[in-house]
């Protein structure tokens, strides 16, 4: 079994007040040990016992979560191997009932939706309180989600968007660069000379952008584009 180490903890000094949070099993993925280490804390400290697993990378994370039954995942948002945004989905996919709680120190306000709208189950930076993470913790747990304040505001300004501008910003900067040229008018050759790339790239990223927007045409795309 390939697993970082695991930990087994169980309260002495205080008589737990929820019999509920009893034989929880979590895993703790983050490349930084002394992250992981101070989270088992906060863990124990919110009143949970059971098992915990830690992960240094996001290829011994699905290695976990694949091997054991993993009820609440506490996963960074990038590592070395790659980014979690990836990664979630796969989780979901091995355990549907996993929770994903997402504790990054990248800014909320600018990726907590992206993680969300992957399938995490709640986004905390780590600049956090402590009592907001034991907050969070409880809350993934009882409830299945941990919305804080910031996130609700994202989620409700996403409202107000149309779905079409939705499916707009799944593009990158190098698609959205390209669909203008292609609405413009200008050929795959012609993309290619001005960007100075090869047109067999521009061919692959204009079939990237039809799937992305569930699309099969040019005409399909410029239609779209007209109704924002």
Known sequence: ???????????????????????????LADDHSLIRQGMEIVIEEAGF?????????????????SENEIEIAVIDAVF??????????????????????VFSGLEEEDYALKFFNAGANGFLTKVSEEEEIKNALLKIYHEGRYISTVSQGLMMASL???????????????????????????GNLEIANQLDIKQNT???IKKRVFEKLDI????????????L
């Open 1 to 27: 079994m390939a697993i970082v180490f695991k930990s087994i903890f169980v309260q002495t000094n205080k008589k737990m007040t929820n019999q509920n949070l009893k034989n929880v099993t979590f895993v």
């Open 49 to 65: 016992e059971g098992n915990i697993y830690h992960a240094s990378t996001l290829q011994k994370l699905l290695k976990c979560v």
């Open 80 to 101: 070395p191997d790659g980014n979690s945004v990836t990664i979630i989905p796969e989780l979901k996919k091995i355990k549907p009932e996993l929770k994903v709680l």
């Open 160 to 186: 107000q968007v149309s779905p079409k501008q939705n499916l707009l910003s799944k593009l990158t900067e190098r698609e959205i660069q390209i669909v203008k040229m292609y609405v413009q008018g200008y």
């Open 202 to 204: 521009v061919s692959t």
């Open 216 to 227: 099969d045409n040019l005409v399909d795309l410029a239609d779209l584009l007209k109704s």
